[in-house]
């Protein structure tokens, strides 16, 4: 059974990067047809997609925050890890790890999620 | 503002049905499969329907999730207490090139 966990700094300041990690256990990064996958939730607020490393490293990013986020995988420790640049207070969130997959062209679904980390960004 | 709009609550008595809706566009719901997630706050939020109408093993089939047009909706029957949670839709989007999820609705199980 493959689960995740989110591993990091629960604290970041204003203009730093904020570096986290999803650690894979119970299967292998490299196998299957899968995205790895960053979600995030600020307080009150709904779910918002980050991006994603596919199996074969390919890496899709949202275009909303594409120009301040890098996913990026370590296959040797099973993990792959998210850094966010230039960060503000709207990044405050709860951050997910997941894995997600497809088929039949349909949207792809995130299963199983790591229990999710917050990250305060603050002076 | 979420890209799928869903009410931000919704309410029932134990043994009773509820439904839950997500709206989209012609750009995400209209176009492309539905999922439907449950998500307890301080927990790992749970997959309970893919690709419309579909549960993964595990889930009761209380659950169920249909698709008209540009909106979706998720049934719970036979309501439980164990099932007040918030719930989350999402969607391909064609437009931003990735999923896209709904605001989320709180269920509270009266």
Known sequence: ?123 | QSVLTQPPSASGAPGQRVTISCSGSGSNIGRESVNWYQHLPGTAPRLLIYGDNKRPSGVPDRFSGSKSGTSASLAISGLQSEDEADYYCAAWDDSLNGPVFGGGTKLTVL
């Open chain 1, 1 to 123: 059974q493959v689960q995740l966990q989110e591993s990091g700094p629960g604290l970041v300041k204003p203009s730093q990067t904020l570096s986290l990690t999803c650690t894979v256990s119970g299967g292998s990064i490299t196998s299957g047809d899968y995205y790895w996958s960053w979600i995030r939730q600020p307080p009150g607020k709904g779910l918002e997609w980050i991006g994603y490393i596919y199996h074969s490293g390919r890496i899709y990013y949202n275009p909303s925050l594409k120009s301040r986020v890098t996913i990026s995988s370590d296959t040797s420790k099973n993990q792959f890890s998210l850094k966010v640049n230039s960060v503000t207070a709207a990044d405050t969130a709860v951050y997910f790890c997941a894995r997600g997959r497809s088929s039949n062209g349909w949207t792809p679904w995130f299963d199983p999620w790591g229990q999710g980390t917050l990250v305060t960004v603050s002076s």
